[in-house]
């Protein structure tokens, strides 16, 4: 008799711009650079908590370029990291270091850590849903078959696939979100 393992859905949530504030400078989005510039967005622990109490798992995956191009460290990638799982019911932070010119299989808009967190905690993409600020969370999300949807900050940058929606936050995700849950009856 083999053991049946119940498939799950997750939100898949980009980190800057979606939970924490993202530094803009001359409209791009960039990491804090430190623990003093970590600042939780409005809503946030509010959307997280709604999302887990219907129970989805909640899975950052976060590009971080500046640890391959020397201007952070993985130390001050993981202190971010560890004060918003204090602060926040996330499970789990999954972290690209690269950059575009290593052209690892983990990098957004690669679905790489998408697929790998599927695999690993039996999850159906087809049911899950990506969140995120810029494009690369848009075609992650896609690639790996979940439902997309785009916190619009109109950053200077084309947007490249288009979203199943777009929202102006983490609550109104959330939002949309549990209704096209609830729309699918699951």
């Known amino acids: 008799m083999g053991i049946h393992q119940v498939v799950q859905q997750a939100v898949f949530l980009d980190r800057d711009?979606?939970?924490?504030?993202?530094?803009?400078?001359?409209?791009?989005?960039?990491?804090?650079?430190?623990?003093?510039?970590?600042?939780?967005?409005?809503?946030?622990?509010?959307a997280l908590s709604q999302l887990r109490m219907v129970g989805l798992r909640l899975i950052v995956v976060t590009n971080q370029p500046d640890v391959a191009r020397g201007r952070q460290t993985w130390e001050d990638v993981q202190a971010l990291h560890a004060a918003l799982q204090a602060q926040l019911p996330l499970d789990e932070f999954r972290v690209c270091c690269h950059d575009d010119a290593d052209r690892c299989v983990c990098r957004k808009p690669a679905p790489g850590m998408l697929l790998a967190a599927a695999r690993e905690h039996n999850l159906d993409l087809s049911a899950s849903f990506m969140v995120g600020d810029r494009w690369r969370d848009v075609e992650a999300g896609r690639r790996a078959g979940c439902s997309t949807v785009f916190i619009d900050y109109g950053y200077a940058e084309p947007m490249g696939s288009l979203p199943d929606v777009r929202v102006q936050s983490l609550a109104e995700a959330t939002d949309w979100i549990l209704a096209h849950i609830a729309a699918e009856g699951q």
């Open 17 to 46: 711009g979606v939970i924490n504030r993202a530094i803009v400078r001359e409209g791009k989005p960039y990491p804090p650079a430190g623990l003093a510039e970590l600042e939780i967005l409005p809503g946030v622990p509010e």
